[in-house]
């Protein structure tokens, strides 16, 4: 199986400096400190145009944080992170997030929460209405564009979420468990309804879970995470065909394949993660 870390072809330059392909958000060599500890050290690492990529890591290893420099909510102390070839200093409709629990506005409806996006980049209000509307549909949410967002199940909270940022068309997607907290018939819906989103997204795609089957079921590659403070410890593709069904990705041999490999790559990190803390608990 092929775990080598797949950049795009510009990277490999004679040691000169990275340089990425429009609508590539490039981590190169990111560090940052919170609360007095390193979380992210020298990190590189880039998520592709119409790829998905799924990181996951060990409990507190700091994927989050990773999800908020992507976003532009944090910024390293080190290195950079970049769409392309413009450096994220900041939030942007360029690079939008999911996060783990619901942001939508609850005193708007769900329409006014999609009609959001449209608004801000100057549309009226019919327009942006319809555009919204037709993304409700999209994500199966016709004729709930009147409800508010506390009228509206975990599910289909998270696709009114959804449809508010792909209403924008981003360039990158940052998802941060975004279906945690749903019952399991849920959050296998949601699982399926996502992977075929991505598969007509041209978006490039950071997904982040706990969950191996779902990073599989989603996933072109999966970033496994190092133990905090965190880098990419080893990078496993995911060559299952789309679309995508639960059934034959359960079915397909090499799917037992990648989980073997990507367990044993959580439990070493789990266990250095374990050793550390018990280390620091004796000097204490």
């Known amino acids: 199986m092929n775990t080598t870390l797949r950049m795009p072809r510009r990277w490999e330059r004679n040691g000169s ?8 958000l490039v981590f190169e060599d990111v560090s940052i400190g919170l609360g007095g500890r390193e979380v992210v050290s020298k990190c590189s690492f880039a ?52 996060f783990q ?6 005193w708007m409806t769900v329409a006014e929460n ?3 996006g449209p608004r801000s980049r100057g549309a009226g209000g019919r327009e942006a209405r319809k555009v919204a509307e037709a993304m409700l549909r999209r ?22 979420e959804l449809a508010r940022a792909l209403v ?17 018939m849920t ?10 989103l991505c598969e007509e997204s041209s978006a490039a795609t950071l997904f982040i879970t706990t969950d191996i089957d779902e990073a599989v079921l989603l996933a072109d590659r999966l970033l496994i995470m190092t133990a905090a403070p965190t880098r990419v410890g080893q990078v496993i593709d995911v060559p299952l065909p789309r679309p995508r069904q639960r ?33 620091q608990e004796i000097h204490r």
């Open 139 to 160: 994500v199966g949410l016709e004729g709930f564009g009147g409800a508010y967002p506390a009228q509206l199940s975990g599910g289909m909270q998270r696709r009114a």
């Open 168 to 184: 924008n068309e981003p360039e990158a997607m940052i998802l941060d468990e975004p279906f945690r907290g749903l019952d399991a």
């Open 247 to 279: 059934t034959a990705v359960l079915r397909d041999p090499r799917t037992h394949e990648i989980k073997q490999t990507a367990l044993e790559a959580l439990r070493v990190e789990a266990m250095r993660q374990f050793t550390d803390q018990q280390e």
């Open 101 to 106: 629990e619901s942001a939508l506005m609850p």
């Open 47 to 98: 998520l592709e145009p119409g790829l998905v990529t799924a990181m996951v890591g060990p409990s507190g290893c700091g994927k989050s944080t990773l999800a908020f420099l992507a976003a532009g909510y944090h910024r390293p102390s080190a290195g950079q992170v970049r769409l392309g070839e413009k450096p994220v200093r900041g939030p942007g409709p360029e690079r939008l997030m999911v």
């Open 17 to 24: 400096r990275p340089s990425a392909e429009p609508g590539t």
């Open 114 to 116: 999609v009609m959001l």
């Open 187 to 196: 959050r296998g819906l949601m699982q399926e309804y996502l992977a075929e």
